[in-house]
Structures are given as structure tokens and as C-alpha cells.
């Protein structure tokens, strides 16, 4: 069965930097396109970033020029670089993992989370 794997949150101050890592297994990885979400508590959730298997990449507005995604199709692994980080960027961050380009919000499968918590 399919299994991502998140990893790398934690509680770090506004400014600062994380990088968040998926580990996918149990698909054929290279053919996905791989998506981070976040949600904070009483908010939707919502896409954060995403990345097709051809390399295409989408940010939401809230966070262009700040974050970047990557994969490694070797690793079967993808990457969220989070820099310059504020408190409005507090939530669980999920990794997604989907077979269809379009849209880009729509994902098959999904990891279970990781925390980001940024102080002021």
C-alpha cells in the first residue's frame, strides 16, 4: 500500500528556516505528482505547494519567494524548504501524492503529518 512519511517540523522562531522531507513508498513514484498542504486549527486546508512529475511547480501566493519544493525521484522523496517563516505558517504540514496534473488540488493519497510551529 501506498505510505508517505513526513518529517523535519518542529517549533522554530519567525524568521528562521525548515525543511520538511516526504518518504513515499509503495507507488511508482516518478509517475506522481507530490503536493504539500498545511491546515491550522479552524482553518481548511489548503495547498501549499506541488510539483508534477515533469517538474512543474505551484505555490500558493501566500508563500511564493519563501518556499521551495523538490523531489528526488531516486529517493523517492520530496521537499519542502521553508525560509523566512512567520506565525501565519503554524500548521501541520501533509504530503500528498497524486496521479492527475489537474487540478492541482486534487491528491489520491496522503501522509498523516508533521507540526510546524513558528513563535513570534
Known amino acids: 500500500q501506498v505510505q508517505l512519511v513526513e518529517s523535519g517540523g518542529g517549533l522554530v522562531q519567525a524568521g528562521d528556516s525548515l525543511r520538511l522531507s516526504c518518504a513515499a513508498s509503495g507507488l511508482t ?6 503536493g504539500w498542504f498545511r491546515q491550522a486549527p ?5 495547498l501549499v505547494a506541488g510539483i508534477s512529475s515533469g517538474g512543474t511547480l ?6 511564493k ?4 519544493i523538490s523531489r528526488d525521484n531516486a529517493k523517492n522523496a520530496v521537499y519542502l524548504q521553508m525560509n523566512s517563516l512567520k506565525p501565519d505558517d503554524t500548521a501541520v504540514y501533509l504530503c500528498a501524492s497524486g ?3 489537474n487540478p492541482w488540488e486534487r491528491y489520491d493519497y496522503w501522509g498523516q503529518g508533521t507540526q510546524v510551529t513558528v513563535s513570534s
Not at 513514484?29 to 507530490?34: I, V
Not at 519567494?65 to 521551495?68: A, I, Q, V, Y
Open 29 to 34: 513514484f516518478s509517475r506522481y505528482k507530490m
Open 42 to 46: 479552524g482553518k481548511e486546508r489548503e
Open 58 to 63: 505551484y505555490y500558493a501566493n501566500a508563500v
Open 65 to 68: 519567494g519563501r518556499f521551495t
Open 99 to 101: 496521479l492527475l496534473l
